[in-house]
Structure formats: C-alpha cells, structure tokens
C-alpha cells in the first residue's frame, strides 16, 4: 500500500512549545514524536510512504515494550527502490553543487529543530540515555554541516607535464551513482548521516537498508529529508526482517548499484564483500574494532582514567572505538585500576529516559550473553571483579549489565581477541613500551586505538607503529566530522567524514585534450 507523505502538513506543530524531555514521560515523548509526524511505520521510496502486508515489530530494549512496527518488505519493493534512486541519479547528479549545499544545510536544520524528537527516538530504539543520544543527533547533524561545505568544493585538476607536449589532461571528479548503505543499530542517526550526506554532496542518490532494531530515526530522518526539500528518489529508506539476506545480496548485485557502505560486523562485511565481488562494485567497509588502549608510566593518570571511560563505557561499551583492551604499566597499575573502580562504581544503570541515568541497556539479549561470557571466561582463567560482573536485575527488562571492572587480564581470555561491545573493561598489565605495542598489534582488526603519556617523543613513535585506523593521544573521543575515520586489517576500508569522505562517492575521470602547439 502507498500513499502520500503529506509531510509538510505535519510541521503545523507549534516549535515554540517545544519543552525539555527531562522531564516528560517516556508516554508524553512519543505523543510528542507523533504529533510532529516523526514515528514513521512505513518505508520510503519516491518520496512515498510504502506499507508492506507484513511488519515486525520495533522494541524498547529498556522496558521490552513495542514502539511500533516497520514494513517488512521484500525485494520487490527493494527493486523499486533501486529504480526510484536510478531515475533520481539522472537528474540530481547535474543539481550544481551549491544546491545540493543548501538542501543538506536544510536537512540539518530540521535536524537540529527536532532534535528531542530524533533523540527520543534513539532512546526508545537503542536504550542509550537521552543526553547521549542528544549528542549523537548533533553528531549527526555535523555531518550535514561538513558535507554541505564539501558539496561546494569538489575540484578536478589540469595536468600540465604530460610526455606528449600537445595534449593536457583535466580530471573531472563525478558522482559514482546510486549508492547502497547498509547501517548498525548502534549510531541510528549518525551512521546514516555520516554516509549519506558524503552521497548526497557527492550528488549520488542512496538506498538506505538501516538496522532492524533501530529503523524509526531512520526513517524520522528521511521524513526530514524530504521536508528539506530533498527529492523523492535521492533517498530511499527500505526496512526488512525476513527479506534481509535477499536485500543483502541485491544491493551487491545488482548492476544498477554501483557502490556498497557499510557499517557493521566484520563477519557481515566480508560477506557483501564477497557478494559484490562479481560486478566489481566499490565498497566502502566500516567494520569491528577491539581497541587497545594504553597507559604508559608517565600519564596523566586523572586524565587517562576519564578518557577510558569516555571510549570504554559510552553507549554502554557498544561502539566500534570502545576500548576493548586497556593496557597499563605495571608502575601504575594499581592507581589506574583503583581509580578507574572508583569511578564506574558511581554510574547509574537505569531507563535513559530517567533522570542521572547514565548508562542504559544493551540492544539485545544475544548481546548480553556475550558480554556474560566474557566475563565469566575472564573469571575462569584468573581475572578479578573489582565492580560489576553480573547482569542488574530490578530492571524492567532483562538486558542491563552492571558496569564492570575486572583486574589481572591475560592474552589468553576472550576479551583479548573478541570485541566485546559491552560495559566490560579488563586491564592488563605491561613492562615494556615494546609490550604494549606489540600486544596492541596482535588484533586481526585496527580499526581505533588510545595512547596516554605525556612524553611527546614516545607519543609520535607509539602512534606510528600501532596497526589502527585511528589513534586517540591522551584522549578517549576521536570521533568528529572533520576526522578521518576508518580501519586497516579486518576493520575494513574507506574514510568516512573529513576532505576524504566524500572522496568515496566520486570517480575520478580523465579528459586528455590533444592538439595544443606553440
Ligand atoms: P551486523 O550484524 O553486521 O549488522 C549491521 C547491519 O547489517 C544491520 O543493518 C543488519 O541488518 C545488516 N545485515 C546483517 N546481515 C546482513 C546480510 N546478510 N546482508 C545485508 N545486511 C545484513 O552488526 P551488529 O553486530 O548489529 O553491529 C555491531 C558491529 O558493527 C560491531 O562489530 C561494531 O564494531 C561495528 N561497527 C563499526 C563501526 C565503524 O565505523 N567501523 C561503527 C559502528 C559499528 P539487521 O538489523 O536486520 O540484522
């Protein structure tokens, strides 16, 4: 069933009544999101509202409930998106740049004017507090901010001393075409701006296949991209459960999609990879990390102990940068560790929609039970749990685990080689700089990685020799716009955000003009 948007009747919302959710109910919050036509249960393709005859339901892992449903749609609609996007990419990809600006500097805005709706939708889909998904929604937002300049400044170059003297060469950089993202549940908001205003400033069209357990911002998104003024086709936004390997597989395949990004499991990427093998299509992989982080003697180690937490336990240790690994120098372990102990034990674990909630739940129960078995396998060969270590119970559901410490970690305990995308923070110890290098580079992912000490000379040679993406120097937050941010190894390939991104959505073609004599 389709049927029309209808979306700028929608904005009759009064956004001077706008008020803090701090202190609304989860209940008056999604009234609110209602009301503003922000909790869309149909996908969309041509600018269109499609509704599938099939749905799956969309849950809150804080409380279990249902928030709504999405259509489960099967490749049929997945074709029809393809072709919306193709007949789009005709036209869009002659829009002059500074169009293609404005419309992302318009998305943005909306962004930024519903940003309690997008982050109580984050919220409600991914469990994470509400202030933190207010700092993803303008994390998203920045995106749009960066891109809409990128949009402006896509220059080719005149090649001048070429062997033959009578021709010159201009490049023309241009959009690669109709682009295929597929995005985790973990940034609902930021993964798909992140790439899709890379598309857009690039003037490719995308079809967008975001995650199942989080497809409302999404879809709140595009909602917002079509009142932006960005046209139907440019953005396709195709949710399914029970069509996901044939979607997976078509978005590869077909001929018409001539770029997949990703973000997501190493094991899911190598799979498109494969699959998108036989037409040779361009990949953009985001992939898992298992972050070492490393605290030599010299640290700051007030300054360490924030940092780790800032990469460790953000989003309740379900990101890609998350510090898998913590490293410390023997000579200062045990103040590291107590300080670290100390500080987790004053986290709140709760609904993140209550107040000074600071951690919320994980997504599913298949993630739970893997952080469980991280830390009962560290148990088992010798790691000692200084806070934490157990699910919280007295929860309205099953999915908090408590914030856990856990001292005395070896190479030979899971946490070591599997990223555990969980609060869980095991702390080795090390004697040498050599050590904590090569224990570091003993991953068959690189995706970030955290040095902290003061010494300048140590901070370069470290930084230099660690096999990672990214390397956060006496810090624990990397992740910006205007950062380059991407894997090496099992981590994937491509740059997202900074002068690169865009980079992954154009081709470069060469004009050789001959005949030019003196
Ligand atoms: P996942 O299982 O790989 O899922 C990610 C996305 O891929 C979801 O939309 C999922 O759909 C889809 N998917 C799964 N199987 C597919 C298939 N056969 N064909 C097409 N699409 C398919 O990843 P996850 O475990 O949910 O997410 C966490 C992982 O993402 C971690 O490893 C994390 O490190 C990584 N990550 C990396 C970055 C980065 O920038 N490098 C950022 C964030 C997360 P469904 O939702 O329907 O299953």
Redesign the pocket.
């Known amino acids: 069933m389709i049927r029309n948007c209808n979306i700028l009747l929608r904005r009759a919302v009064n956004r001077s009544t706008l008020i803090s959710r701090r202190y609304l109910s989860s209940e008056a919050i999604l009234d609110r999101i209602k009301q503003d036509g922000l909790l869309c249960e149909s996908s969309i393709i041509d600018g269109e509202e499609v509704y599938g005859s099939n749905t799956f339901a969309v849950q809150d892992p804080a409380t279990g409930g249902v928030i709504g449903t999405s259509p489960d749609l099967s490749v049929d609609s997945l074709d029809q998106a393809i072709g919306s996007s193709l007949a789009a990419f005709k036209t869009f990809k002659r829009v002059p740049g500074s169009e293609r600006s404005d419309m992302l500097t318009r998305w943005r805005n909306l962004i930024l004017e519903y940003a309690d709706d997008l982050a109580g939708l984050i919220t409600f889909e991914n469990g994470k507090p509400f202030n933190e998904a207010k700092g993803e929604v303008m994390y998203a937002a920045s995106f749009l901010s960066w891109f809409a300049g990128e949009a402006t400044r896509i220059y080719g170059d005149m090649i001048q001393p070429m062997s033959n003297s009578t021709v010159r060469t201009i490049t023309m950089l241009q959009p690669i075409g109709v682009v295929g993202v ?6 609902p908001a930021a ?1 798909i701006t992140r790439k899709v205003a890379a598309a857009i400033a690039a003037g490719c069209t995308a079809v967008v ?5 989080t497809p409302f911002t999404a879809l709140a998104l595009g909602q917002l991209a079509l009142r932006a003024g960005i046209p139907p086709g440019v953005l396709n936004i195709v949710t ?2 029970s069509s ?2 044939e ?3 078509m ?1 590869c395949e077909d001929p018409r999609v001539r770029k997949i990004s ?8 190598g ?2 990879m494969k699959q998108s093998s036989s037409g040779l299509k361009k990949l953009s992989l ?4 298992n972050a070492p982080f490393i605290v030599f003697e010299d640290a700051d180690i007030d300054q360490a102990v924030s940092a780790a937490i800032a990469c460790k336990f953000r989003g309740s240790g ?4 998350c510090a898998n690994r913590i490293y410390v120098a023997a000579q200062v372990y045990d103040e590291f560790v107590d300080k670290l102990t100390q500080a987790v034990r004053t986290f709140v674990v709760g609904n993140g929609f209550a107040d000074g909630v600071t951690h919320g739940p994980l997504i599913h129960e298949r993630a739970i039970a893997k952080v469980e078995r991280h830390v009962q396998d560290a148990v088992a060969l010798g790691g000692r749990v200084l806070v934490g270590g157990s699910r919280a119970t007295g929860h309205a559901s099953e999915l908090f685990f408590q914030p856990t410490v856990i001292r005395d970690a070896t190479n030979k305990m899971l946490i070591t080689h599997e ?1 555990t ?1 969980g609060p869980v923070a095991g702390i080795f110890k090390f004697s040498s700089e050599q050590d904590a290098i090569d224990a570091a580079n003993d991953s068959t992912v690189g ?1 970030a990685s955290y040095v902290m000490t003061k010494d300048l000379s140590r901070a370069f040679r470290v930084a230099e020799q660690l096999d990672f993406g990214m390397v956060g120097l006496n810090t624990g937050l990397i992740s910006d716009a205007a950062v380059p ?3 090496v190894k099992q ?2 390939f491509g740059r ?1 955000g900074s002068k690169y991104g865009i980079h992954e959505y154009l081709t470069v073609k060469a004009v050789s003009v001959g005949g030019v004599v003196y």
């Open positions: 597929i995005t985790p549940w973990n940034f993964m296949k975001p995650d199942s357990e399914t459960k996901l390997a979607m997976g597989k978005l990703f973000t997501g499991s190493t094991a899911v990427g799979l498109l985001e992939l898992g990390g379900q990101t890609c940068v990223e995308f995706l941010f991407g894997g981590s994937g997202e």
